[in-house]
């Protein structure tokens, strides 16, 4: 496994440090990202979910009626939501009316609700989970919630500025070179070599695991 000193330097011999350093992601500390509304949260899970598959525009420019809809995603309120009520959703033409999402928006709402009750907001609770296991946390959101799987859950975290690594093809294809992984990871041992790749990196560079992330990618192609 390469050093992050050679990442770094390997991405910045091609394109300059200045630019490399203006195309990191950034993430929130843990005190900001506790101070984040549950609402917008759920607001933000939501719209990763509608997003998969489907144009990011198309979805974006229909939020302001899923707003709306979803009662401005305030975790309770949607957790509520009957079956009848997400039924006529279906009759809305204003949003995305694909069924497994609506009902989706609800389970990941309780989800939501539930972890708020226990550790008083859904952000403290995010803002608590270690960077050194962020496989754990996809993990949580993809059995706990409601389609959330495969890269939805860390586009979902780095939206809303939880830091993360997302495995993009990019990214994929550059631990393979590293010869950390043989495939995509996909079961529990292959991510958890993952993981501690990053800890790694991390260590050495003291830099957040997005820019890792971006870095990595940034070094094949």
Not at 131 to 157: C, H, M, P, R, T
Request: overall charge neutral; charged content about 25%.
């Amino acid at each position: 496994m390469k050093k992050f000193e050679w990442i770094y330097q390997h991405v910045s011999d091609r394109l300059g440090a200045a630019a490399t350093e203006v195309m990191l992601p950034q993430s929130l500390s843990d005190a900001e990202l506790a101070e984040q509304p549950d609402d917008r949260l759920l607001s933000a899970m939501s719209r990763r979910v509608f997003r998969a598959g489907i144009k990011h525009s198309v979805v974006d420019a229909k939020w302001p009626a899923f707003e709306q809809a979803f009662f401005g995603f305030v975790p309770e309120k949607v957790s509520l939501m009957s079956d009848d009520q997400l039924e006529q959703l279906m009759q809305n033409a204003e949003i995305i009316r694909h069924f497994g999402k609506i009902k989706a928006t609800r389970a990941n709402a309780m989800m939501v609700h539930e972890l708020a009750e226990r550790y008083g907001s859904f952000a403290t609770w995010l803002a608590q989970w270690p960077a050194s296991d962020i496989v754990g946390l996809w993990k949580y959101l993809q059995k706990e919630g409601s389609q959330l799987g495969g890269n939805s859950g860390a586009y979902f975290l780095r939206m809303v500025g939880k830091d993360t690594f997302i495995l993009t093809d990019d990214v994929v294809a550059a631990l393979k070179a590293q010869g950390i992984v043989e495939k995509r990871p996909t079961a529990k041992a292959d991510l958890q070599r993952v993981q501690d790749a990053f800890n790694e990196w991390q260590a050495q560079s003291g830099r957040p695991l997005c820019q890792i992330s971006r870095l990595l990618a940034c070094t094949v192609g």
